[in-house]
């Protein structure tokens, strides 16, 4: 039996040594030449079975069946193999064995095999239990959807498939009134899902969403240059997605968008998204200005902001900070000297608390700076000690392990400096386990150039677990009644074991001032890092009592942990 092109396609893809090979069932029991075949007549069985028994519109069962692979590979696992008759077979186990047709829809409209689970209706087998979901389905795919691509709505807005095909079907056509087509009417539903949820007419934030879109598409004619396929108007759509979920407000770019069409067409995906997320690192309150940057300047798009080197103090001597500002640079910021990749720019201007100022810089036309930037001489930016230790990495034991602590730093803003060395000599865990303890800091509120000045004090600060740091960021804030910023001034207090030195040191002197023993405010700092024989001894000169209550108090906290 000949086997379809389309379907031959579909097997070549998961039935090749690639990763897709272990998600579908092994099918032992079919020798590899007929698997093809089994699965075509299996195909074509079941959209039988959809159709004559199950009443489904021949198409759209067609569609389910053809578009389900591993549900379909499921149930010809059960079965007995015969060349001659295992057309019969199949369609004799779906007449005695009826199927959860929810399982087949939701994997046929392209939901991956392992989420249709989190997806099925509770209690649901059959399609006239919840005739919504298919008809909302059919609705769309009349429209010229492709139904693999339908599952895209549903994960993103599930509340489309609750609608009526009146509903849908007046919905979409409403956005044809803008001057588009069938095919881009669909790019752009795949794209931005919202604009079918709304309820009654148009208006508000989808209608400026479509302003924008016919001014691109029609005024400016960026149409024209799109092929003819849902796959292309689906592409371009997710590009012009990125600059409003950059936030851009939507019915004020389509003249900026319309000016620099090119960008839609001349650049992948993945360098808008690449550019915005560089961006994106430098921190700025709002994003919408890294989209802004894209759009009124993309000859940035074209930089290459990954592979070149930049000595620290130079390129800032190159983007005009003067000589009085670059020494203040160099005496606060010292962990910051030196080399660094042009990757971690966003960072080191963040750690310098420059990154306002910088992307200002470039916003207001200097970012063709970053284009001309060379280093002015190959010693530039060369620290010896750093070199020193990287060699000594490179013969130590574990260097890989090691060289990727480095590039943690590095990717912070640390640059290549004697300082960094002697931070990455008392750092504890992998780069993936430091960088989530960083990213905590920063979550609780830390400012990122604080922390690195911390970490560069007190690099202990992020040699324990995020949940740990978190449990005493909160004891510090809402317990002590202290701020973040107290930890500027003391990072130790993070080093210090919670339960059996923080709380029970800050508890005990709670209890002293209650008691009205100690009638003098001591710093959280004096209270957590004295050693204990200063403490006993300070705790004397609070009152001559004090040690001895600090003996009981511990026998009761051991004989409770007894």
């Known amino acids: 039996m000949p086997i379809s092109k389309s379907l031959f396609t579909i097997l070549t893809r998961h039935f090749s040594t690639t990763r897709n090979l272990s998600k579908l069932p092994k099918l032992p029991n079919i020798p590899c030449k007929y698997r093809p075949q089994a699965i075509e007549e299996a195909q074509k069985a079941l959209t039988e079975y959809l159709h004559t028994t199950r009443y489904l519109p021949f198409t759209y069962a067609e569609h389910i069946a053809k578009n389900s ?6 149930l010809i696992a059960k079965l007995d193999f015969s060349i001659n008759d295992f057309s019969r077979t199949f369609q004799r186990f779906l007449r005695y064995h ?15 095999y ?25 609705a769309l795919s009349a429209f010229g959807f492709p139904w693999n691509k339908l599952g895209k709505l ?26 588009l087509s ?20 148009l208006g508000g934030e989808i209608n400026a969403l479509f302003d924008d879109l016919k001014r691109v598409f029609v005024d400016f004619d960026l149409a024209s240059s799109i092929e003819g396929n849902v796959d292309a108007w689906y592409e371009v759509c997710r590009k012009i997605r990125i600059f409003y979920d950059l936030g851009c407000e939507k019915g004020t770019v389509g003249e900026l968008m319309g000016r620099n069409k090119h960008v839609f067409i001349e650049y992948p995906e993945e360098v808008l998204a690449q550019k915005a997320k560089y961006f994106r690192r430098f921190g700025i309150e709002k994003e919408e200005d890294v989209g802004l940057l894209l759009l009124e300047s993309p000859e940035i798009l074209s930089l290459d902001l990954e592979t070149p080197v930049i000595s620290v103090l130079g390129f800032l001597k190159y983007f005009e900070l003067n000589m009085k500002e670059l020494s203040l640079v160099s005496q606060t910021y010292p962990y910051v000297l030196g080399r660094n990749k042009m990757a971690n720019l966003p960072h080191v201007m963040r750690a310098l608390n420059l990154h306002e100022w910088f992307f200002n810089k470039i916003k207001n036309g200097n970012h063709q700076l970053l284009a001309n930037y060379v280093l002015s001489d190959p010693e530039e930016g060369l620290d010896r000690e750093f070199r020193a230790g990287l060699e000594k990495i490179q013969y130590s034991r574990t260097p890989i392990h090691n060289m990727s602590k480095l590039n943690f730093l590095h990717g912070i803003g640390f640059g290549e400096n004697a300082l960094t060395m002697k931070v990455l000599s008392l750092l504890h865990g992998t780069s993936k386990e430091l960088q989530e303890r960083f990213d905590c800091l920063l979550r609780v509120g830390v400012e990122f150039s604080k922390l690195c000045m911390m970490i560069k004090t007190t690099p202990k ?38 339960e059996n030195r923080i709380k029970h040191r800050y508890r005990f002197h709670e209890w002293l001032t209650e008691k009205g023993f100690c009638t003098r405010p001591y710093s959280i700092a004096s209270i957590i890092a004295t050693s204990e024989k200063n403490f006993v001894a300070r705790l004397y000169g609070i009152h001559p009592d004090a040690p001895k209550k600090w003996s009981e108090y511990n026998s009761r906290k051991k004989s409770l942990e007894s």
């Open 69 to 74: 692979l591993f549900s379909v590979s499921i």
């Open 154 to 179: 549903y994960k993103e807005e599930v509340s489309i498939f609750s609608k009526s095909s009146e509903e849908l079907t007046h919905r979409l056509c409403g956005f044809k009134e803008y001057g």
């Open 461 to 498: 600060v992020i040699n324990q677990k995020p949940e740990t740091i978190e449990k005493k960021v909160n004891f510090l804030c809402q317990e002590m009644g202290s701020s973040l910023q107290y930890l500027e001034i003391f990072p130790a207090f993070l080093c210090f074991d919670l």
């Open 114 to 138: 392992s989420e249709v689970n989190g997806f099925l209706p509770a209690n649901k087998f059959f399609f006239d239990e919840d005739v919504s979901i298919l008809n909302a389905a059919c």
């Open 182 to 201: 069938n095919t881009s009417v669909i790019g752009i539903c795949l794209a931005f899902p919202h604009v079918l949820c709304g309820e009654g007419e």
């Open 98 to 112: 009826p199927i959860n047709e929810f399982e087949f829809f939701f994997e046929s409209i392209g939901l991956d």
